[in-house]
């Protein structure tokens, strides 16, 4: 363009800023108020991608916003650094993981310094430092004292490839989430956080969140959990001494149970199986264990299953019904077994019809007989078939044979919850070690704070980290092997090492004191920062990664650590970065290259494109953008500073008032604009001040006017929230003093934003009698007031008497007189 090189002044800047570091977060309290901008910091893989720059671009927005608004900022930056894809490469290329990850880290953090984000570096941590994982640590240990952390054995998912455990959320259809292997299932003794301890608050506590987070999240995270009530309802088995519970939303439906069905993989199943059926159950149990969750709970599935030769009773009618195993039944939820009501529910229809089991309609819907089409009906309706409770709606009819249920012993009322307790041990060696000792004298024992961290051992490396089934740690004898701290005796360290999700639950803490010695962070200095204001990041986190981080921080609450109970107030999640309406992905070879473009373009025309192209949260198309169009645009804002000859200072009152009223109708909306996170249309409106500036320089008054220097500055100031390298450049061509990032927001002057004045009709009994320049807002009172007071009025009233007096503001105001 002319004269204009994005490219020359990114790199005289960035030299520069490098110097003044302006992002610093104040230390002591100085009066101003404080705000916290939270990225979800990155995983080190190679180098910063499209993703990447779109989500740091707009969690940089309102950083800059809260810098220019005057607040003290809290912006930083670290890294997710334990994980697979690290010891994977190390693996192939016969190294430690830490050679691959911090290397990584260092070509992320120079093309972070590069795309210029308004992070505090001061602050930057990695969840793989010693000094990092060691409060991982401890914050586990004291998870353990409260009974948090636990071990037990169980079926697990098992990914063969991986050669790890997952936790249920890594299983997507059915696969691993990473390698996409099919996942199988083991019995294996793991270690667990009790989430399942703060179900209810995880769900109690999402009423701060409404309005504040995005319903599709809180949507999420509401099915995750998975509240749903109900009753337990006691069933005697023929021939046992103890009653099998069976969980039911619809106890309403209790006179239409015509079966029971046993999860084929529970304790339970295998228990009570007679022994004539016992051949077809194992065969048939040995089949469901390689199933997915996900293939089970399918309901297109055709239904399976083996009678077990054995029957229960119902407990309010005394009838003998047949009890089967299948898969559709998971040994994990309620307990892993059911009162099949076919009639009522469609899994339990589809299995009574392949299996010729009975149908009892006992809630009249007003729908045909499902025996004879196929389809439960589960609406509401009159109770029949259920003596005490005939002629009762579903609601009435739960509450009354609850009632009685609980009358007799029968059964209660009961909540259950989907969500399970948190598998964290993985069998992997780059993760934060569990700092536990197992001894054969005293079981598990604690280490003690004073002995974190348990580093990782750093002799292990390239083939020493292959996948064996176990935990590449347990060949490193001389690592596993200690002295029991409680006895002194021959122990062993834990040789699993934590879910990485354990890292990223507390990280947004430890920002706040990063070098803090005496504990995961300093109390004081959490209170000072947090809760959160704004949480930016992708919504591929909008279930585990929030959900840990509401379970850590409750549980530090309880620990009187903290004292707020949710992390995060606010939370945006960006959109995609796609190209041709396709996700960008290596496999499709579709991918944009984030280097390229900046090298391309330049830093400035690259974040403003993204922040341009829509609203944050929705998908970008980079065949859509324009960068030229950027380009031009800068290039645009760039010419007017040099054109701009008025001396700083000058009192823009003297100048143009046509420009001045656009200036500042612009920055109150751009101002609301940014607030509600709408920066593509903030950005259209510094466009048309940029129209508007330059009709004043060729038509209007010219570059000395300093109405003109106004609309100069307050562009480059609004601009240095999304293009930070031209607003700088600007800003000092204006004869500024750099860096423009903290100049301050720009205010709108309210007097210059009132329209031109309207004119009002005065009329004294239907005819016109004066007319008034007013305000367009002016009040009713106000109005009549001055429409009274004018000399022509009073004339044209000659002294009657006032019957009425009819004010349309500000168009007309009609006298009437006696
Ligand atoms: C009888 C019944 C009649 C049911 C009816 C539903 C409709 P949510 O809402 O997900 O909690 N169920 C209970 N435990 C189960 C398990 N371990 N595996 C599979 N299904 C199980 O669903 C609870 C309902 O799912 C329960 O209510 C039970 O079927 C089934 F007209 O009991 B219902
Ligand atoms: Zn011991």
């Known amino acids: 363009g002319d004269g204009y090189d994005p490219r020359a002044v990114q790199d005289k ?51 800059r916003y809260w810098f220019q608004k005057g607040y003290n900022v809290l912006h930083p930056i670290g890294w997710d650094s334990f994980g697979l894809p690290a010891e994977n490469a190390a693996i192939k290329r016969d190294s430690h993981p830490a050679e691959w990850t911090y290397a990584n880290i260092e070509t992320q953090a120079a093309s972070f310094h590069r795309y210029a984000p308004s992070f505090d570096w001061s602050r930057r941590l990695h969840t793989s430092d010693p000094e990092y994982y060691r409060w991982t640590q401890w914050l586990f240990l004291r998870f353990y004292e409260r009974g948090l952390a636990y071990r037990k054995g169980g079926q697990v998912n098992w990914c063969p490839n991986d050669q790890t455990v997952l936790a249920n959320e890594q299983v997507v259809g059915g696969h691993c989430e990473r390698c996409g292997a099919l996942v199988e299932r083991r019995v294996l003794t793991q270690w667990y956080f009790k989430i399942t301890d703060y179900a209810d608050r995880l769900l109690d506590d999402m009423k701060q969140l409404e309005g504040k987070w995005p319903d599709r999240v809180l949507l999420m995270q509401r099915n995750w959990i998975g509240r749903s009530t109900g009753a337990d309802v006691h069933f005697v088995i023929e021939g046992r001494d103890e009653p099998v519970t069976v969980y039911t939303t619809r106890p309403d439906t209790l006179y239409g149970a015509t079966f029971m069905v046993v999860a084929a993989d529970a304790a339970l ?66 307990h892993g077994a059911i009162m099949a009501v076919p009639a ?33 009906t589960a609406g509401d309706g009159r109770i029949v078939n259920s003596d005490p409770i ?111 999700f354990v890292d990223s639950s507390w990280y947004y803490f430890r920002y706040c004191s990063p070098g803090y010695t005496e504990g995961p962070f300093d109390v004081e200095q959490v209170r000072k920062w947090m809760p959160i204001d704004q949480y930016t990041g ?27 109970t949710e992390p995060f107030t606010r939370l945006l999640n960006q959109g995609q970065v796609i190209l041709n309406a396709k996700a960008m992905s290596k496999s499709l070879g579709n991918m944009v290259d984030l280097g390229e473009q900046i090298d391309r373009f330049g830093v400035d025309v690259v974040r403003l494109a993204m922040l341009f192209s829509g609203p944050p949260e929705d998908d970008i198309d980079w ?54 996170r709408r920066f593509n249309v903030a950005i259209s409106r510094i466009m048309e001040l940029v129209n508007a500036t330059r009709k004043a320089i060729d038509g209007g008054p010219g570059g000395s006017d300093p109405a003109v220097r106004e609309a100069a500055e307050t562009m480059a100031i609004m601009l240095s929230l999304f293009a930070p390298y031209t607003a700088d450049e600007a800003w000092e061509l204006l004869g500024r003093t750099a860096p423009v990032a903290t100049a301050g927001w720009p205010a709108a002057d309210p007097a210059l934003l009132v329209q031109e004045s309207v004119t009002c009709v005065v009329q004294v009994a239907g005819k016109v009698r004066d007319r008034l320049e007013v305000a367009p807002g002016i009040g ?19 002294g009657r008497e006032i019957r009425k007096v009819i004010v349309r503001a500000p168009k007309i105001v009609n006298i009437v007189p006696a």
């Not at 199933?291 to 083996?306: H, Q, Y």
């Not at 025996?371 to 439960?376: F, I, L, N, R, S």
């Not at 005293?442 to 974190?452: A, F, H, K, N, S």
């Open 13 to 63: 800047w960035q030299a520069r800023w490098a110097e003044l570091d302006p992002f610093e977060a104040a230390e002591d309290a100085d009066g101003r108020e404080r705000r916290y901008a939270l990225d979800m910091f990155p995983y080190p893989s190679g180098d910063l991608h499209m993703g990447h720059a779109e989500a740091f671009a707009i969690g940089d927005v309102i950083a």
């Open 269 to 334: 199943a295998e228990e009570i199986c007679a022994p004539e059926e016992r051949a077809a159950f194992e065969a048939y149990r040995d089949e469901v264990s390689r199933e997915s969750e996900i293939e089970r709970l399918s309901t297109e599935r055709d239904k399976t299953g083996v009678f077990l030769g054995r029957y229960a009773i119902n407990p309010v009618n005394g009838e003998r019904i047949p009890i089967w195993a299948s898969d559709y039944v998971l040994a994990e939820y309620g």
């Open 344 to 376: 009522h529910d469609q899994r339990d229809l589809d299995f009574a019809l392949k299996f010729g089991l009975p149908v009892r309609v006992v809630v009249d819907t007003g729908e045909p007989d499902p025996a004879e089409t196929g389809v439960a």
């Open 390 to 500: 005939d002629g009762l709606a579903k609601a009435d009819a739960i509450a009354r044979i609850t009632e009685i249920l609980a009358e007799k012993g029968l059964g209660r009322a009961a909540v259950n919850f989907r969500l399970r307790d948190w598998l964290l041990s993985r069998q992997r060696f780059w993760g934060c070690p569990i700092p536990i000792v197992h001894c054969e004298a005293c079981g598990e024992v604690p280490v003690p704070d004073d002995q974190l961290p348990v580093r990782l051992p750093d002799d292990l490396r390239g083939a020493d980290l292959a996948p064996k089934g176990a935990s590449p740690l347990a060949a490193a004898s001389g690592w596993v092997n200690v002295d029991c701290p409680k006895c002194g005796g021959p122990a062993k360290r834990d040789t699993d090492t934590m879910d990485t």
């Open 538 to 564: 992708g919504v591929e986190h909008a279930i585990l990664h929030l959900l840990y981080s509401r379970f850590f921080t409750k549980v530090l609450y309880d620990m009187g650590m903290v004292d707020f």
């Open 623 to 676: 065949a859509d953008v324009s960068p030229h169009g950027m380009s031009k645009f800068l290039s645009r804002v760039h010419r007017i500073a040099t054109e701009v000859t008025a001396p700083v200072g000058a009192d823009p009152a003297a100048g143009s008032d046509e420009l001045r009223r656009v200036t500042h109708r612009t920055v109150e909306e751009a101002t609301a604009l940014v607030e509600v």
């Open 780 to 798: 009713e009172g106000e109005l009549e007031s001055l429409a009274l007071s004018s000399e022509k009025i009073k004339d044209a009233l000659g």
